[in-house]
């Protein structure tokens, strides 16, 4: 007797933000101890996981070169992962369309992981809780439980451990991309040669930045409130291995943003808008700074993994 094949299924989901950045100590594993505020922004990835005879991964969109199409690819360890989980050979094919920068601390990788884990788990009709998906998650890297949820929340632990913050009113966004990405370990590894280099071994311990007052921003919803609390611990790192980054934050302020950061380890900038149309005149006038390789204009937060009708075409 024939089965049927299930139809594929598609899962949008989006890109991120570090709204707030605070990096602890080194552990004992090679991760820091985190406390983040997450902020699921409008650039998405759209992940289909079909039934096939040819496993693998393929990917579409820019900067893909970068992109391994090979078992290394989180998306596919999410697969594997789950398949493993329930004792089944890993038949599908998993095919990524990039919306969100790859290698640009929009944790894009994480975010492909997420949507492998639920687009996996609807078509084999698996029936996971949310918990058991964010377990997982949690197992395949510090973003991609945050991936899942999405909106804003709160994020510690190595970031995997995220709670839900209260945030009134859609914030809007500037994106601008660096002309070539960033490695995470790399700006880890650096702002830990920077601390020890201010403090020396036995120094004093990095100050503290406290999420207070990003939590009441929010919670207010008055971006300009917002902007004054923006802060990331990784952005002097981030800085100090692209140089160049200076003048592209300093670039979006001039053009009317209310404040720029480093995206996570970035090298994307997030610039911060008083409203829709003014983050579209902040994003001409970048386009035209030449401080950057591309901008995009985005609101958050939105809502994190979703499973969707049918993909956008290629
Ligand atoms: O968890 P994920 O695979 O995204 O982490 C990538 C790398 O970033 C880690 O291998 C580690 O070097 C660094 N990292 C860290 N502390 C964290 C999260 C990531 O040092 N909390």
Same mark, same amino acid.
Request: net charge positive; glycine share 12%.
């Given at each position: 007797m024939l089965t049927a094949v299930p139809p594929p299924v598609t899962v949008r989901v989006p890109g991120k933000i570090n709204l707030h950045l605070a990096v602890g100590a080194l552990r004992s594993d090679g991760f820091h101890e985190l406390v983040t505020v997450f902020h699921a922004v409008s650039l998405f990835d759209e992940v289909t996981v079909a039934t096939s005879d040819a496993p693998g991964v393929e990917v579409h969109g820019e900067g893909i070169v970068e992109v391994p199409e090979d078992e290394t690819n989180l998306a596919?360890?999410?697969?594997?992962?789950?398949a493993a989980h329930v004792g089944r050979p890993a038949e599908v094919r998993v095919t990524l369309r990039k919306g969100i920068p790859v290698a640009g601390g929009m944790a894009g990788g994480s975010a492909d992981a997420a949507g492998a884990l639920l687009g996996l788990s609807t078509l084999w009709k698996l029936d996971l809780t949310r918990d058991e998906l964010s377990r997982m998650a949690a197992q395949l890297g510090s973003d991609v439980t945050f991936a899942l949820h999405g909106g804003?929340?709160?994020?510690?632990?190595?970031?995997?451990?995220?709670?839900?913050?209260?945030?009134?009113?859609?914030?809007?966004?500037?994106? #601008?991309?660096?002309?070539?990405?960033l490695s995470t370990p790399a700006v880890y590894r650096e702002l830990d040669r920077l601390r020890l280099a201010a403090a020396g071994p036995d120094g004093p311990s990095p100050p503290e930045r406290p999420v207070e007052p990003v939590l009441e921003a929010l919670a207010g919803g008055d971006?300009?409130?917002?902007? *004054?609390?923006?802060?990331?611990?990784?952005? #002097?790192?981030?800085?100090? *291995?692209?140089?160049?980054?200076?003048?592209?934050?300093?670039?979006?302020?001039?053009?009317? #943003? *209310?404040?720029?950061?480093?995206?996570?380890s970035g090298p994307s900038c997030a610039f911060l808008c008083a409203n829709a149309d003014a983050a579209v005149e902040v994003a001409a006038e970048l386009a035209g700074a030449g401080v950057c390789r591309t901008v995009r204009v985005a609101r958050g937060p939105v809502p994190g993994a979703r499973v969707i009708d049918a993909p956008d075409p290629p």
């Open positions: 596919w360890r999410a697969v594997a992962m789950l804003t929340a709160l994020g510690t632990g190595r970031g995997e451990r995220v709670v839900p913050v209260l945030s009134r009113h859609s914030q809007h966004w500037v994106i #601008a991309l660096h002309r070539q990405g971006p300009r409130q917002l902007a *004054l609390s923006l802060g990331n611990d990784l952005q #002097a790192a981030a800085v100090s *291995l692209a140089p160049d980054l200076r003048r592209t934050l300093r670039a979006g302020v001039s053009a009317g #943003a *209310l404040a720029g950061i480093v995206s996570g």
